[in-house]
């Protein structure tokens, strides 16, 4: 519990360190065996500055993403009912220079996260708490100044074999991001 009021107090706190580009909420649920697992994050970006061209149309760009989650465990030989999630990513995205009414994007990015346990099930272990997590995704961004974006995204968790067993999580997501 204090690793969450301490993760909501940074979330409310870090808009007036420095201010935030969007917001973003995210639903997902996991794909892999022996996890019967459903997520929920919120989070918040900062753009970076720096964009590469690429031919006349495009551009990859990215940003820094820190959010929170929790994870609601259903698995079957469940270690506990749900766990925390605190991530740190930066995030590459491929997108157009002049965005229309729905403008698409890719993406791609490898972060960090903390989790709260290092088990959801006795066949689904992580041996750590830190672990490193790389997603994929997919998304439009529309509305009135393109403020609004929304998105699929595919990520994988795991400790990249820093210690065994190693067995890793992945989860399909829906994100909802608003741009400032």
């Known amino acids: ?4 009021a301490f993760v909501v107090s940074l979330l409310v706190i870090a808009p007036t360190a420095r201010a935030v580009d969007g917001m973003s909420v995210v639903l997902g ?20 500055s720096k964009r590469w061209a690429l031919g006349q149309n495009w551009h990859i760009g990215g940003y820094w993403e820190l959010d929170f989650g929790y994870w609601s465990n259903d698995s079957p030989r469940k270690t506990n009912n749900g766990m925390t999630d605190i991530g740190f990513t930066p995030t590459f995205r491929l997108q157009q220079n002049s965005m229309g009414a729905f403008s698409p994007y ?8 903390l989790l709260s346990d290092t088990s959801v099930s006795e066949w689904r272990r992580f041996s750590t708490k830190f672990q490193f997590g790389e997603h994929l995704g997919l998304g439009i961004r529309f509305g009135h100044k393109h403020a609004m974006d929304l998105g699929y995204r595919y990520q994988h968790l795991s400790n990249a074999g820093i ?3 190693n ?14």
Do not use: C, L
């Open 29 to 48: 649920t996991s794909d892999s065996s022996y996890a019967s697992v459903d997520m929920v994050r919120i989070g918040v970006q900062w753009n970076w």
């Open 1 to 4: 519990m204090r690793a969450f």
């Open 167 to 180: 067995h890793g999580i992945e989860f399909h997501q829906v994100r909802f991001q608003y741009h400032y």
């Open 163 to 165: 210690k065994h067993p």
């Open 106 to 113: 890719v993406e791609g990015a490898i972060g960090f996260h």
